[in-house]
Structures are given as structure tokens and as C-alpha cells.
């Protein structure tokens, strides 16, 4: 007679479901599969399942094992990637679950499919495969807050599902499209999904935004103070959606004034690290704003009269940019400090999600918000314009 495992486990491997989870053509272009990288450089992580699960290994995409209910620690091994005791002689496998479960990491939930890889340096990285429109249940949450108006969150989900498709074509070579943190989108998987942000993704299903028939990356960020910031003025980035424009609908938001006290011996340490030779600082001045009124050139000076200047930018980033909040500052030496009064968080480039709120609030539709952030953009749906991605 048979053990009542390997009974267990001849019944879980002869379930139907494949490597990748099955959908018509026309859905999969619609709700093309996203690549985010959800863990890096990890010695170890457990990993749980508490269903159903197999084990593939890749590229081949051979089954190796499967079962139900899985709880194990997973770390690197010189042959490849250790289960718990066992050692599975591969250095990328894949964990699928069927549709709709959850595979925990570390705790945290996510939907989809996940590949644990064993890189080169011995440790662990996991990549998230998950269609958009799941993964945008992740994401909001992080984005904005679930207790605003619908309408905003429906244009935040808009404007994060443009932007992850133009990461996914941008990163078409790479491992990956995206990473799961700032420099991305902030994702975290199932754990961070809300009623309300689930029903603002369901409610734009597949709306995007484009420019002259194709996707843009469509930047948002936290508080604008007053007006958006032309890209061009950041990146190499000029088209008419991102040109900025004016919001005055984000003055109830908390990032609205910031003041920043900051030692000047930091920044003396600070732009010497950064390879800037200057002495003990006297005075820091904005020479130059742009139209948007976000410094543009600062120039720092020493009690020797030598000076360096910077762009806002370069500022902003060797400072920290949740120090020097905004490029939007008014700055001031006082006694052994600067003292920088600011406006706004974030860099400013697109919808300003604090002045979304505020126009949902004033009964404004996600529609007509993101017009007023992207000008010269339009709302469409994936499917017409899947030829171009
Ligand atoms: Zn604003």
C-alpha cells in the first residue's frame, strides 16, 4: 500500500496547472505578466504555501517535486538552492500555487507566480511574476491612502499601471522590469491590498494614458506645493504631459511646508565625499529657479570665498532627498546650520498625489484629474495599443 503522502502527492502533481497560470491570448495581452524583484541579496528566507504548490526548475520548466503545504527555510548552496535539508541542483526554480493562492516570503504574501535564484555571489534573489493588474493591488496601498476619495485612487491606479507597463518595455532585456521600492513603484505584495484600492484597479480595468498614441512614463509623487515640474528640467525628458502645470489643490496636504535644520559641517563632509573642495561654509544662496520655482543652481560659499555650485537636483540628492524634501526651498545659514523652509515632497514631475485628493475632494473625476497633470494626454485601454508596447 501506498504512504498517504505519496498518495497526497501523486493526486497534487496530477492537478492541472501549468508552469504559468493559463489565459486566452487576448487576456494575456491585456493583462500582460509583470517581473518584480521582491527580494535581493538574501542569505536565506522561509518560504510557505499553505495549499497546493509545485517546484520547477528553470529555464526547463521541469517539474521537480510538489506537494501540499509547504513550510521551509530556503538559502544558497554551492550545488544550488537548499530546501530546507534537501538540495535541488538548480540555481533558478519556480513555485507556482493555483490561481488566486498565496505563496508567503518572509512573512509576506504574494499572488502570482515566484523564481528564487541563486546568484553569483552565492546569495538569494526572488522575482514576482504577476499579471498588472494584480500587481497594482500591491501597489496602491503604498501609494496613496485607501481612505481618500475613490476618484483619486482610481487616477493613481491609472497612472501606476502606464507607468508599469513602460518599465516592463523599457526592461524587456533585463531580469527584471521592476524593483519593489522607491525607485520603482512601492509593491508589497498581497499583504498590502485594500478594499478600496482592489475596487479602484477593478473600476479603470486595463486604462492607461498616452501621448500621441503611445505610453509615456507617467511620475507622480507625493505634494507639488503649488505647480508641477517640467521633466526636462530632471531628466531627458521633454514631452507636453510632463512639462508641469499649475495644481493649488494640495495645500491641505502634511508635506505642504517642510523646514530642515541641517549641520554645515554635514554638508562641508557631504561635498567633499561628492568631490567638491570647499572650506568651512558662510553662506548658501538659490541662484537660479526655474518657471516651476524649485531651485535650479545653488551656490555654496566659504569663509575663504571659494565657492561651488550645484544644480537643486544634484542638492537634493547628495543631501538625502527625505531630508531636503522638495528642490522647492528657501535656504539660510544660521550660526552652524542651514536652515532650508521648502514646499512640497517629491520631485515634482507629473500627478501630485496629495493634489488628486484635493480635487476629488471638490468632486473631480480620475479622468479629468489626470488631465490636468498629463496635459495633452488621454485615457485609453491596453488592448488598443498592445502592438505598440
Ligand atoms: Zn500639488
Partial sequence: MMKKTSVLLSLVLALSFAPVHASSAAEKENNPVMRVLVLDNRDSMSLAVKGTYRIYSMPSEKLLTGGYILHTKVRASEQGIMFGARKLKFSKIRITVPEGALIYLDGRSFRGIVDIIKKDNMKLAVINRITLEEYLYGVLYNEVSHRWPIEAIKAQGIAARTFALYQARQNKLQDYDMTNDIYSQVYSG????????????????????????????????????????????????????????????????????????????????????????????????????????????????DDSD????????????????????????????????????????????????????????????????????????????????????
Wanted: charged content about 25%; proline content about 4%.
Fill in 190 to 301: 498581497a499583504t498590502s491590498e485594500r478594499w478600496s484600492t482592489t475596487r479602484a484597479v477593478k473600476l479603470t480595468l486595463g486604462k492607461i494614458l498616452i501621448f500621441k498614441s503611445g505610453i509615456f512614463p507617467t511620475y507622480y509623487h507625493a505634494t507639488c506645493g503649488g505647480r508641477t515640474e517640467d521633466a526636462a528640467n530632471l531628466w531627458n525628458i521633454d514631452i507636453e504631459p510632463l512639462k508641469g502645470s499649475e495644481c493649488g489643490f494640495c495645500k491641505e496636504s502634511p508635506h505642504y511646508k517642510w523646514t530642515k535644520n541641517i549641520p554645515l559641517s554635514e554638508i562641508e563632509k557631504k561635498l567633499s565625499d561628492n568631490g567638491y573642495k570647499i572650506g568651512k561654509i558662510k553662506s548658501v544662496t538659490a541662484m537660479a529657479r526655474n518657471k516651476s520655482g524649485r531651485v535650479d543652481k545653488i551656490e555654496i560659499r
Fill in 306 to 389: 571659494v565657492s561651488c555650485v550645484l544644480t537643486g537636483k544634484d542638492f537634493r540628492r547628495m543631501m538625502g532627498p527625505n531630508d531636503v524634501r522638495s528642490a522647492n526651498f528657501e535656504p539660510s545659514v544660521n550660526n552652524d546650520k542651514l536652515v532650508l523652509s521648502g514646499i512640497g515632497w517629491g520631485h515634482g514631475v507629473g500627478m501630485c498625489q496629495w493634489g488628486a485628493n484635493g480635487m476629488a475632494g471638490h468632486g473631480r473625476n480620475a479622468e479629468e484629474i489626470l488631465k490636468i497633470y498629463y496635459p495633452g494626454a488621454k485615457v485609453t485601454t491596453i488592448d488598443k495599443i498592445a502592438d505598440k508596447l
